[in-house]
């Protein structure tokens, strides 16, 4: 919990989140990038490794890196959480294993474990485990931001139904 609570500090103060994922935990990475409005920050989750190194190397002070890799050793994840950790990026990981490599270039690390052998074939459960942290993390946001932030959010999904059901209203 208090991993959750420091990560949801730094959402907080951060003029940017950018979550990393690749292979399975682009899922996750995804995921994060279609709550964009709870967090109320500008947000990404680049799907291509030369384009999230891009984003790392540019990203503003205080930014937040969001490293996934169930495994901790997915290569473009711990390159680009080190480049982060580097510039002084503050680096939140989101991983199965406490004693991973991606972990020694986080400020604050949540480990997930799921007990599952992702050597021999990828089953689901490490994505949904990293899916609840990010509806926790998400939930966390929300409620911290409190009442400005639930109206403008409430406000935004009026206006998405509206928008779905065939237009936008004058």
Do not use: C, W
């Amino acid at each position: 919990m208090s991993a959750l609570e420091r990560a949801v500090d730094l959402f907080e103060q951060a003029p940017s989140i950018v979550f990393l994922g690749f292979g399975a935990s682009n899922v996750i990475a995804f995921d994060a990038a279609q709550k964009v409005a709870v967090f109320g920050r500008p947000l990404s989750a680049p799907t291509d490794p030369h384009q999230a190194y891009m984003t790392v190397a540019t990203l503003p002070p205080g930014a937040v890196v969001v490293a996934i890799s169930n495994t901790g050793r997915t290569r473009e994840v711990v390159q680009l959480a080190e480049l982060a950790h580097e510039r002084g990026l503050p680096v939140v990981a989101i991983t199965g294993y406490d004693e991973s490599e991606l972990l020694q270039h986080v400020d604050v690390p949540i480990v997930v474990r799921t007990f599952e052998n992702t050597d021999r074939y990828t089953p689901s459960a490490s994505r949904i485990a990293g899916l609840a942290v990010i509806d926790a993390l998400a939930a966390a946001v929300a409620v911290r931001r409190g009442g400005e932030h639930a109206e403008e959010f409430r406000a935004m999904k009026e206006g998405l139904r509206e928008f779905r059901e065939g237009g936008m209203k004058d």
